[in-house]
């Protein structure tokens, strides 16, 4: 049973630098989309607000758990105004906040380094077990 002096899931959590790093991810992506969709058109502060909602839902899990909340707050907070805005100049503020939550261009790099895959091996004529490589088959011998 709750207590009316529990803490409330959501709403009383500090900002970690998960958060920061999430909200960093969601500018940058809507600064992506600004800038491709309509560079000159002016921005639409409703859709502005829907879609920082939706992105920062998508970027912690897709979960109702709270961080959704702290993120798309800090979204809100380090992205220009929208009065007046095009899209394009937007777009360009928002990267800038990014930038200032430790968002870098670097940041898309892969994490896992890529490292070639050897050549398929002979197999026997069954095709099941791999025959023996030719360095394997004269040690054999």
């Known amino acids: 049973m709750s207590k009316t002096t529990d803490r409330v899931r959501g709403l009383a959590l500090d900002v970690t630098d998960e958060h920061k790093s999430q909200a960093a991810a969601v500018l940058a992506r809507l600064a992506r989309r600004y800038a491709e969709e309509a560079p000159g058109a002016p ?45 394009g100049p937007f777009a360009a503020g928002l990267l800038d906040g990014a930038r200032a939550l430790g968002w870098s261009d670097a940041d898309n790099e892969p994490v896992i380094p890529r490292h070639p895959v050897p050549g398929p091996r002979e197999s026997d004529e069954s095709g099941r077990v791999p025959a023996p490589r030719p360095e394997q088959a004269v040690a054999a011998r």
């Open 43 to 87: 921005v639409d502060d409703f859709a502005f607000t829907v879609r920082v909602g939706a992105q920062a839902y998508d970027e912690t899990g897709r979960s109702l758990a709270g961080a959704h909340k702290i993120v798309a707050a800090l979204v809100r907070e380090h992205a220009p105004s929208r009065e007046g805005a095009a899209c």
